[in-house]
């Protein structure tokens, strides 16, 4: 299975901070890599897929970027509403695989 | 606006197996898109099991795959989670989703239900 590095594993973001998560992929992934929150008590949304494309109705200050092993995801200024765990999921080789996960709280 | 929701019981016995319903409202299962358990165990690492596609067929986890069996019953649009033989490493939240095969993406999911393995 590809193994996927998420970090950090946790994160503290001051209002309006700009803010970056990583995944590592043990092997190329071709881009198919997409992003995911999880709320407090809700069901985890897709934010991006394929590396850098918003699903519906996800704020333009989530950004995707990588290729090849390394992704990443940002948030250009932090907003309360982005409190909760982070998660990227690589579609590139049977079984899909999870990053271990990155909690971002509002300092 | 689609909607899944599972169900099932929160405690199952060492041995025993889980059983569990995913019910899909707003969309038909056999209208096309993939249809996914995944898990998140306690400390967060997630695990994608398996899934079920719009025409029936079945893709396993290799992890999982003499133990687990993902069935449907149209006439309800739910689809189903089997798990055998569970142990205690079985604890964790299990939520279903629509799986898009051809990227591995996963459009809509459910809150999830904690399932805990006890004796």
């Known amino acids: 299975d590809i193994q996927m590095t998420q970090s950090p594993a946790s994160l503290s973001a001051s209002l309006g901070e700009t803010i970056s998560i990583e995944c590592r992929a043990s092997?190329?992934?071709?881009?198919?890599l997409a992003w995911y929150l999880q709320k407090s008590g809700k069901s985890p949304q897709l934010l991006i897929y394929?590396?850098?494309r918003l699903q519906d109705g996800v704020p333009s200050r989530f950004s995707g970027s990588g290729s090849g092993t390394q992704y990443s995801l940002k948030i250009s200024g932090m907003q309360p509403e982005d409190e909760g765990d982070y998660f990227c999921l690589q579609g590139s080789k049977f079984p899909p695989t999870f990053g271990g996960g990155t909690k971002l709280e509002l300092k | 606006e689609i909607q899944l929701q599972e169900s099932g019981p929160g405690l199952v016995k060492p041995s025993q197996s889980l059983s569990l319903t995913c019910s899909v409202t707003?969309?038909?299962?056999?209208?096309?898109?993939?249809w996914s358990w995944i898990r998140k165990f306690p400390g967060n690492k997630m695990e994608w099991m398996g899934y079920?596609?719009?025409?029936?067929?079945?893709n396993y986890n290799p992890s999982l795959k003499i133990r687990i069996s993902i069935s449907r019953d149209t006439s309800k649009n739910q689809f189903f989670l089997q798990l055998n033989s569970v142990t205690t490493e079985d604890t964790a939240t299990y939520y279903c989703?629509?799986?898009?095969?051809?990227?591995?993406?996963?459009?809509?999911w459910g809150r999830g239900v904690m399932v805990t393995v006890s004796s």
């Open positions: 707003g969309y038909t299962i056999t209208s096309g898109y993939d």
């Open positions: 989703a629509r799986f898009i095969y051809y990227s591995g993406d996963l459009d809509y």
């Open positions: 394929t590396v850098n």
């Open positions: 092997e190329d992934i071709y881009s198919n």
């Open positions: 079920i596609s719009n025409s029936g067929s079945t």
